[in-house]
T-cell receptor, first 112, second 116 residues
Framework: QKEVEQNSGPLSVPEGAIASLNCTYSDRGSQSFFWYRQYSGKSPELIMFIYSNGDKEDGRFTAQLNKASQYVSLLIRDSQPSDSATYLCAVNSGGSNYKLTFGKGTLLTVNP | ETGVTQTPRHLVMGMTNKKSLKCEQHLGHNAMYWYKQSAKKPLELMFVYSLEERVENNSVPSRFSPECPNSSHLFLHLHTLQPEDSALYLC???????????????FGEGSRLTVL
């Protein structure tokens, strides 16, 4: 059973701080990694993806991947109240979306 | 107009009813999905259709029956459901991952189902 583990939170950070969201996965053969954001009452939307070890930056978001440790994280710099949402980690172990496994998500609250 | 549209947004049904959820995608994608989202559980993949053929059925009970008449439309037919089937049902579409394509899933807003 392939598993993706996330701390369910809630994670609470003050406005302007760095929010750090973590995810571990069980399948060592996993190939691609995604972070989806889901606002309350809304559907998930993709905000970052990463395939290779190391960091990938996009604006205020940085995804970090360490395949040896089976660990992927999302850093949000200069957190804003509008970043308050549930962040879902998804791991693809087969190159097809049929093999995409989601974590339970981490609820992030950014306090003004 | 959103890329993936689901109807109805809310549905209440009894255990003996028959109802259907509808999904339509306007993105030209070649794959469509049904996911179930329950409180405190990960998104669960139910069915996948690629080029209108079902390619995945994740051990879903037969009281859920999918139908994909063409690449833009997907249905989930519901029959004799149980109260534990109450959840948010999300439709998604994508191009299959490939060169220059992440395979990003585009989700509809979901159909909130309550089974009494």
């Amino acid at each position: 059973q392939k598993e993706v583990e996330q701390n369910s939170g809630p994670l609470s950070v003050p406005e302007g701080a760095i929010a750090s969201l973590n995810c571990t996965y069980s399948d060592r053969g996993s190939q691609s990694f995604f972070w989806y954001r889901q606002y309350s009452g809304k559907s998930p939307e993709l905000i970052m993806f990463i395939y290779s070890n190391g960091d990938k930056e996009d604006g205020r978001f940085t995804a970090q991947l360490n395949k040896a440790s089976q660990y992927v994280s999302l850093l949000i710099r200069d957190s804003q109240p509008s970043d308050s949402a549930t962040y879902l980690c998804a791991v693809n172990s087969g190159g097809s979306n049929y093999k995409l496994t989601f974590g339970k998500g981490t609820l992030l609250t950014v306090n003004p | 107009e959103t890329g993936v549209t689901q109807t109805p947004r809310h549905l209440v049904m009894g255990m003996t009813n028959k109802k259907s959820l509808k999904c339509e995608q306007h993105l030209g994608h070649n794959a469509m999905y049904w996911y179930k989202q329950s409180a405190k559980k990960p998104l669960e993949l139910m069915f996948v259709y690629s080029l209108e053929e079902r390619v995945e059925n994740n051990s879903v009970p037969s009281r859920f029956s999918p139908e994909c008449p063409n690449s833009s439309h997907l249905f989930l037919h519901l029959h004799t459901l149980q109260p534990e089937d109450s959840a948010l049902y999300l439709c998604a579409s994508s191009q299959e991952p490939g060169t220059g394509n992440t395979g990003e899933l585009f989700f509809g807003e979901g159909s909130r189902l309550t089974v009494l």
